[in-house]
């Protein structure tokens, strides 16, 4: 909020703002590609949190274009690549293939978490995360590009880039997990008719 008011006044677009983090983005998957772990989590988490200015931008100062439209695409091949980039990096360092796997599973997990959301909003009309009470507390902690530059930026510096990627993998797949059978589950719900004095989970 406060960058967005920083910027109100100023020339500077909606658009401008969504190219800059791209840039920046890319620049992220340079740095883990050629092993550069510390620095790449650090501006990983300036994207992530600059990226939510473009948006907060176009509202306030009234200019939408298509490219804001299809930001979420732009977000989506940036994070994927930060992740392919750490699986090669890691791979080479290590040498060992099992980098290269999370790389791969993180990467379908992510995909599979985007279909699900995507599927929610085509059937119900709303956000998975708007399902019921767990999914809004789930939310805080569920796996996507803030959470695991956080894991980044806390266990690259202290040395265990291997490691923290294999925890990211783990958390992404679970995440993908939960959110498909929330998913399958709200669908169930919304088939049958409320049963009078029992709560949803």
Known sequence: NALTFSLLKTPVSPNGVTLMVAVLAFLVTWLFWYGHFVAGAVLALVVSILDGVDGKLARTKLQFSRLGEHEDVIDYFYENSWYLALGVSLSSLTVSHFPLFCAAALVIADTADNIFYTLAGKWYGKSIDLFSRFDRSFRCVAGRRNIYA????????L??????????????????????????WYGRVRNRKPVEGKGSF
Request: proline content about 6%; glycine content about 8%.
């Open 150 to 157: 956080t894991l980044f930026l806390v266990g690259f510096p």
């Open 159 to 184: 040395g265990y880039p291997s490691q923290t990627f294999v925890a990211a993998t783990f958390w992404a797949v679970a995440t993908a997990t939960i959110h498909g059978f929330r998913l399958r």
